[in-house]
C-alpha cells in the first residue's frame, strides 16, 4: 500500500488543494472566459458583445447593445449564467436615460422573431430606437422594472456602457 503523505507526495495535495479553490460560489461557472470581471474572479462574457446589466444576486442578466448608426439599442433576457436566454411575459421594458443631464425615456419592445418562435409576450430579446442614441456613447440608465418568472427587479441603475456587473 502506498503512503500519500503531504511529504512523500506534495503534488497531488496541491493539486487537491487548488481543485477545491474558487470564490466560493457554486452557482457560478469558472471555466468560461470574457471581459466582465468580478472582484473575486469569476468572468462573464456578453454573447453579443454587449452590456452586461446584472439582476439580483446575478439570477439573471440583460444585456444591452447599442447601435450607433441606426440609433438603436437592443436588450436580450439571459440566465445567470449568460448561457439560455430567457423568455418573459413583458411586451416592453422601459429605461430612462440620463445623457448630460437630460433624460430621456426609452421604450424596448418586444421582438417577435419566427426562427425562434419569440412573440410579443414570450421573448427574450427587446428593442428600440431614439435619435440620442445615436450619439450618446456614455449614459446612466435606470430600468422601471422586469419581471422575470416570479421575481420583479424594479429601479435597475447601471452606467453605460459599463454596466453593473
Known amino acids: 500500500m502506498k503512503d500519500f503523505t503531504l511529504g512523500r507526495r506534495p503534488v497531488i495535495w496541491v493539486a487537491l488543494l487548488l ?28 454573447p453579443h458583445g454587449g452590456t452586461l446589466v ?42 430612462v436615460a440620463e445623457v448630460n ?7 424596448l419592445s418586444a421582438v417577435v422573431s419566427q426562427a425562434t418562435g419569440e ?11 431614439a435619435d440620442w442614441l445615436k450619439t450618446a456613447e456614455r449614459f446612466r440608465a435606470t430600468l422601471d422594472a422586469i419581471a422575470i418568472r416570479t421575481t420583479t427587479y424594479s429601479n435597475v441603475t447601471f452606467p453605460f456602457p459599463e454596466g453593473n456587473e
Open 54 to 95: 446584472a439582476l439580483g444576486d446575478e439570477a439573471y442578466h440583460l444585456e444591452l447593445v447599442r447601435d450607433a448608426e441606426a440609433g438603436t439599442l437592443t436588450a436580450w433576457v439571459l440566465d445567470g449564467h449568460l448561457e439560455n436566454f430567457v423568455r418573459i411575459e413583458s411586451p416592453a421594458l422601459q429605461l
Open 101 to 107: 443631464e437630460i433624460s430621456h425615456p426609452l421604450k
Open 119 to 129: 412573440t410579443i409576450g414570450d421573448t427574450s430579446m427587446f428593442a428600440g430606437q
Open 19 to 46: 481543485a477545491g479553490a474558487g470564490c466560493g460560489d457554486p452557482a457560478h461557472d469558472h471555466s468560461h472566459t470574457g471581459h466582465h470581471t468580478h472582484g473575486h474572479g469569476h468572468v462573464h462574457v456578453a
